[in-house]
T-cell receptor, first 115, second 114 residues
Framework: NAGVTQTPKFQVLKTGQSMTLQCAQD?????MSWYRQDPGMGLRLIHY???????DQGEVPNGYNVSRSTTEDFPLRLLSAAPSQTSVYFC??????????????FGEGSRLTVL | DQQVKQNSPSLSVQEGRISILNCDYT??????FLWYKKYPAEGPTFLIS?????DKNEDGRFTVFLNKSAKHLSLHIVPSQPGDSAVYFC?????????????FGKGITLSVRP
């Protein structure tokens, strides 16, 4: 079972460059989300989606764009990378829109460094 | 302002003893609480959860206690094993009308000494 797959696992960018972090899940989950993990900050929600065509902002959305054209994929785009976006990014999905009916399944993470 | 607080950044216990990881929250709308475990270079994995209508949930060596009046929950691991060494995140969910969002704490690094 693949579960939640993130690519790339590592990426180094220069300030101002753009890139897309890919996330795909094969569990037919409606709910997908992106988190970033920073030292001493825990996991913070960037954007989330409750189904194809529906996205919403989380706690720290600035500098990131998302779209959800299919149930399986939820890419995260950085339009103009900044050093403050150096972080480890996690994609997560859930079968339930109400998270008290099912837990989040996380990908292995994508480590991004912006120079 | 952090709504889910894990004030102790680390905990070290001897193998075989009890590990108690604490978590406090401020938002009274939270109705579901979860614990996640994370090993280095891996994504977090779900460990155990508890609904706000309960005060205890047990799963093998892991028990979560919820004290709603104190807005406090704790994860007990008995007995602790070296393989339990990881970062533990407390998370809370609030129903927002159409869906839920999970809010995570900063995490606690647990080290279990052989």
């Amino acid at each position: 079972n693949a579960g939640v797959t993130q690519t790339p696992k590592f990426q180094v960018l220069k300030t101002g460059q753009s890139m897309t972090l890919q996330c795909a899940q094969d569990m037919n989950h409606e709910y997908m989300s992106w988190y970033r993990q920073d030292p001493g900050m825990g996991l913070r929600l960037i954007h989330y989606s409750v189904g194809a065509g529906i996205t919403d902002q989380g706690e720290v959305p600035n500098g990131y764009n998302v779209s959800r054209s299919t149930t399986e994929d939820f890419p995260l785009r950085l339009l103009s990378a900044a050093p403050s976006q150096t972080s480890v990014y996690f994609c997560a999905s859930s079968a339930g829109l109400l998270l008290n009916t099912g837990e989040l399944f996380f990908g292995e993470g994508s480590r991004l460094t912006v120079l | 302002d952090q709504q889910v607080k894990q004030n102790s950044p680390s905990l070290s216990v001897q193998e075989g003893r009890i590990s108690i990881l604490n978590c406090d929250y401020t938002n009274s709308m939270f109705d579901y609480f979860l614990w996640y475990k994370k090993y280095p270079a891996e994504g977090p994995t779900f460990l155990i959860s508890i609904s706000s209508i309960k005060d205890k949930n047990e799963d093998g060596r892991f028990t979560v206690f919820l004290n709603k009046s104190a807005k406090h929950l704790s994860l007990h691991i008995v007995p602790s094993q070296p393989g339990d060494s990881a970062v533990y995140f407390c998370a809370a969910s609030a129903y927002t009308g159409a869906n839920s969002k999970l809010t995570f704490g900063k995490g606690i690094t647990l080290s279990v000494r052989p």
